[in-house]
């Protein structure tokens, strides 16, 4: 019952939200409002060959886009990570987000929507669908420096390559989703950036879904930087994790 109730709500609030963020979108223009976008994209991962015995290697490439306005930002990214070892295949993981933002720019308390989609080889996962809507609050939000926290409920599908501690292969569930979101920036040449998810669902807290990503960049040139990522990933259900730490370039233009 919880289920269906939480279902329908998250559905409804998740029509309402988008539709008012389309009126919003479609009316800014009127009020001259200044629009930046920024897009960016990294290519990060590792390899280690040794004789004998072969080459293992990871490759991290994600591609990030945003536009932002004085009441709303959209957020969108890819990513693909895909590993090997002489073995067999480790990594095969594709992951998008789309990411709405509304009165952020204006105020520490605001709203917003999201929907993505996942397949992951290395957690079993054929393919996940997420929808939801919630609140967050920015305790800081500047140019060098941000931090914020939210909240909010996600509608999920799910299918696995394997079967769950339920004995399932595919599922429906309605999520809690916490996120710590972060940015600091020194001398415009150090970034830390970090984003982290604690999923559980509201029908067994033994299903929960923990993405932890950190990464740390200096800066080579306005547009070039050095980037190191630590990205750990856990689906309990299936009890299936990975670890990440990859290293490379990343390129970001503002206009």
């Not at 709405?100 to 105020?107: A, F, P, S």
Request: hydrophobic letters at 40%.
């Amino acid at each position: 019952m919880l289920y269906l109730i939480m279902t329908k709500i998250v559905k409804r609030v998740l029509m309402i939200v988008i539709y008012l963020c389309m009126i919003q979108l479609t009316g800014f223009a009127q009020f001259n409002d200044t629009v930046s976008h920024y897009i960016s994209f990294s290519g990060t991962g590792n390899l280690n060959r040794t004789t004998p015995g072969g080459t293992t290697y990871l490759l991290n490439n994600a591609v990030k886009f945003q536009i932002d306005k004085k009441k709303i930002s959209l957020n969108s990214m890819a990513s693909h990570i895909y590993g090997k070892n002489p073995a067999a295949k480790t990594n095969d993981d594709l992951l998008a987000i789309m990411n709405l933002d509304v009165l952020k720019g204006i105020q520490k308390f605001y709203y917003w929507a999201l929907t993505s989609f996942e397949k992951s080889y290395s957690l079993k996962v054929d393919s996940r669908f997420q929808a939801g809507v919630g609140v967050g609050y920015s305790f800081v939000n500047k140019d060098n420096a941000n931090l914020e926290v939210s909240d909010g409920f996600l509608y999920e599908t799910s299918n696995l390559a394997v079967t769950d501690k339920l004995g399932r292969t595919s599922y429906r569930t309605v999520r809690n989703s916490l996120r710590l979101k972060y940015r600091f920036i020194i001398k415009e040449i150090f970034r830390f950036d970090g984003l982290h998810f604690y999923q559980p669902s509201l029908s067994d807290g033994d299903d929960y879904i923990l993405k932890l990503n950190t990464s740390f960049s200096v800066k080579l040139y306005k547009w070039l930087s050095f980037t190191t990522g630590f990205n750990y990933n856990r689906q309990n259900i299936t009890s299936t994790e990975n670890l990440l730490i990859t290293y490379g370039l990343s390129l970001e233009k503002y206009f």
